[in-house]
């Protein structure tokens, strides 16, 4: 058990820094091509981020552990609104933009009442099956959500210095393909050691998949959105969080579904019914306390949610 929990933990270091690597090197290229920092950032670099999903979710669709695609997605969206915005909010109180407000908090919340109408298969009879028709409907999704970002491109620069590095050519293809490889590799070694981790400990994929996987998987969003809230960037620490639970629901399960159709366990409603009520939260935080603002004591009172939200579901395992 020892040696699973080390290659997990192995698996989890290198899916982060294969993301980082894979984001520095594209974006790097795009540079050469003329794109701008802006539409790199809210393209390139937020889909960095969501990489580490998307591979795990990848194997997991492919080796069918249903429990595990469902557990990723839908925990790494509760640790990023509930623990990272928390974390960053009590850093520094959260100041967001007219868009967050009234566009891009609410199309999160439009994407758990998809997946959460998709998955139950309310007008059809697949019981309950994400099916490829539902997929191809999120890549719809995804595709609109992209065509809003571009179309809220400004002149606010998104991209750290490093991301403007001039690097050689080869460099770039170094690091792309080196970063995409163990990506790759790192995918299959969290999923494999999870799985058996999961059967020796006797604990549910879907246990694992919501606390072990989505953590290590949203490890990319933590480190983006608290260095944020430190350098008192709060578009980015807020704007990171929601873009990528958008990203996970619509491109991440799109792909997923694509691999193979995904069995939805009901039981994961009760986490979707969490995350729901914590955008909701969100978004009336907006107007309590100072308008367009996450305050200390609402990202607290996001903290502690997780902190029992999480202990309710290790607790209830046992």
Not at 33 to 43: C, D, P, Y
Not at 108 to 120: G, R
Not at 187 to 214: E, P, Q, Y
Request: avoid cysteine; aromatic fraction near 12%.
């Amino acid at each position: 058990m020892l040696i699973q929990i080390l290659l997990l933990i192995f698996g989890l270091i290198i899916l982060v820094k294969g993301a980082d690597w894979l984001v520095e090197g594209a974006s790097a290229l795009a540079k050469k091509f003329g794109i701008s920092n802006l539409a790199i950032g809210l393209t390139i670099v937020a889909f960095g981020t969501s990489a580490p999903e998307l591979v795990v979710n990848s194997f997991a669709s492919f080796n069918g552990s249903f429990d595990i695609v469902f557990g990723n997605v839908i925990g790494s969206n509760n640790f990023n609104l509930f623990l990272i915005l928390g974390i960053a909010g009590i850093i520094t109180p959260l100041s967001v933009q007219s868009s967050t407000v009234w566009k891009e908090i609410p199309l999160s919340f439009l994407a758990i009442i998809i997946l959460f109408i998709l998955a139950n298969d309310f007008f059809t009879a697949n019981s309950n099956i994400l099916s490829r028709i539902d997929g191809i409907f999120l890549a719809i999704m995804f595709g609109l959500f992209l065509l809003y970002v571009y179309k809220q491109l400004k002149t606010e620069d998104l991209v750290t210095s490093e991301v403007q590095k001039n690097y050689s050519n080869l460099k770039i293809w170094v690091l792309i393909i080196v970063g995409l490889s163990i990506l790759v590799l790192g995918g299959k070694i969290v999923v494999n050691n999870a799985i058996l981790l999961a059967t020796t400990l006797g604990v549910s994929d879907k246990i694992i998949g919501l606390t072990i996987i989505a953590a290590g998987t949203s490890l990319p969003e933590l480190a983006t959105s608290v260095v944020a809230a430190i350098k008192k960037n709060n578009d980015i620490a807020v704007g990171n969080i929601i873009g990528s639970n958008i990203f996970n629901i619509f491109l991440i399960l799109s792909v997923s579904s694509f691999i193979r159709p995904i069995e939805f366990n009901t039981i994961f409603n009760t986490d979707l019914y969490i995350l729901a009520g914590g955008t909701i939260f969100l978004f009336i935080a907006m107007f309590t306390g100072k308008r367009k603002r996450l305050d200390r004591w609402e990202a607290a009172l996001l903290l502690a949610t997780f902190i029992g939200y999480t202990s309710f579901l290790i607790i209830n395992e046992v």
